[in-house]
C-alpha cells in the first residue's frame, strides 16, 4: 500500500478532491454576481464585499493556478479528468492516458503494435490517425514554439490548432512532462502504457 502525503488545509483538499469549476458554472456565478451588484442598492458594502471575494476564490486565476501546480506537487489525483504530470505510470487516471496516447513516440509504438496501451481502460476516439496528425496532440502542442533543425541549424515554429481543446498553459506545461518522462521510459525499452506489469523484464519493448 503506497500513501501520498500532501501538506496544506482546506484549499489543499479542495483542490485535490475537487475538478475546477466547469465555464459554464464560473459564467453563471459572474453574470449572477453581476446582476445582484446592479440591481440591489441596500446592500451592506461588505456584504458585496464578502459575495466578490467568493467569486474571486473561485474563478481567480491566482486561486486556479494554485490548484493546478498543488495537483502537479501531489503527483497524484482522484479525479479522472484532470490533468496532471505523470511521474509514476501505475498512477496515470483516465484523461492522461488520452494524452499520453497522443505523444508522437507512442502513437508510433501503438501503431504498430508494440504497447500495451492501456487496453482495460483507454477508449481511441481517433482510430487510425497516428502522431502528429493526432486532435490531442495538436491541441498540447497549439500555440507552443518548437525548434525544428538539428546541428545548430533549423528554424522556430509555432502552430495553432482553433477547432479543439483549449487547453491552458499548466495543462499543456504537465502533458509536455509527461510525454518527456514517456519518452525517457521507452529509451529505457519500457512500456509506460502498461500499467499492471510496467516494470516485469518481459515487458520490456522490443
Known amino acids: 500500500m503506497r500513501v501520498n502525503v ?15 469549476p466547469s465555464s459554464a458554472v464560473i459564467s453563471y456565478l459572474k453574470n449572477n454576481i453581476e446582476s445582484a451588484m446592479s440591481t440591489v442598492s441596500n446592500m451592506s458594502q461588505g456584504f458585496i464585499d464578502n459575495v466578490k471575494r467568493m467569486y474571486s476564490s473561485v474563478n481567480g486565476s491566482e486561486a486556479l493556478l494554485n490548484g493546478k501546480l498543488l495537483t502537479m506537487n501531489a ?18 487516471n483516465l484523461i492522461m492516458q488520452r494524452y499520453l496516447m497522443s505523444c508522437p513516440e507512442v502513437s508510433e509504438l501503438n501503431k504498430n503494435n508494440m504497447c500495451h496501451g492501456f487496453q482495460e481502460t483507454y477508449l481511441d476516439l481517433e482510430e487510425g490517425v497516428y502522431g502528429t496528425d493526432r486532435t490531442d496532440y495538436r491541441d498540447v502542442m497549439s500555440g507552443i514554439l518548437t525548434y525544428e ?34 519518452r525517457k521510459m521507452i529509451n529505457d525499452r519500457l512500456d509506460p502504457t502498461d500499467p499492471d506489469n510496467l516494470w516485469d523484464d518481459d515487458d520490456r519493448l522490443c
Not at 533543425?149 to 509555432?158: C, L, M, Q
Open 6 to 20: 500532501v501538506n496544506g488545509g482546506d484549499e489543499a483538499f479542495n483542490a485535490l478532491v475537487y475538478p475546477q
Open 149 to 182: 533543425g538539428e546541428h545548430g541549424e533549423g528554424v522556430f515554429k509555432r502552430y495553432y490548432h482553433t477547432d479543439g481543446v483549449d487547453l491552458d498553459f499548466i495543462d499543456k506545461l504537465s502533458i509536455i512532462t509527461t510525454w518527456d518522462n514517456a
Open 75 to 92: 503527483g497524484v489525483h482522484l479525479n479522472q479528468n484532470v490533468i496532471y504530470p505523470v511521474h509514476n505510470f501505475q498512477d496515470t
